[in-house]
Nanobody, 123 residues
Framework: QVQLVESGGGLVQPGDSLRLSCAAS????????VGWFRQAPGMGREFVAA?????????TYTDAVKGRFIISRDNAQNTVSLQMNSLETDDTADYYC???????????????WGQGTQVTVSS
């Protein structure tokens, strides 16, 4: 099995930056790609970004965060990070990292999930 643990959430002001981390352990050979999802209060879970786990680090982003967020990986540490810049109040949500044996933006395709970390953007 695969275990995922998120960290780095907190309270920030609009325009600030924040970096989230996701540490993977267990049978990481099963992972093909890692994604970030978020869930705002009263809303459903939304895809944010994804990155390939092996080979060249191919990435993809939802339009709402394109140009502001950057996803990256460090295979030596088995971690994936989400650098969030120019944060807006609409970015407020619980953020989850997830891993899949394939490549997808669909929540249902991800087999392993972390417990989430809270991000609040408020003045």
């Amino acid at each position: 099995q695969v275990q995922l643990v998120e960290s780095g959430g907190g309270l920030v002001q609009p325009g600030d930056s924040l970096r989230l981390s996701c540490a993977a352990s267990g049978h990481t050979r099963s992972i093909y790609s890692v994604g970030w999802f978020r869930q705002a209060p009263g809303m459903g879970r939304e895809f944010v970004a994804a990155i390939g786990w092996t080979g060249r680090p191919t990435t993809t982003y939802t339009d709402a965060v394109k140009g502001r967020f950057i996803i990256s990986r460090d295979n030596a540490q088995n971690t994936v990070s989400l650098q969030m810049n120019s944060l807006e109040t609409d970015d407020t949500a619980d953020y989850y990292c997830a891993a899949t044996s394939g490549w997808s933006m669909m929540e249902s395709r991800y087999e392993w999930w972390g417990q989430g970390t809270q991000v609040t953007v408020s003045s």
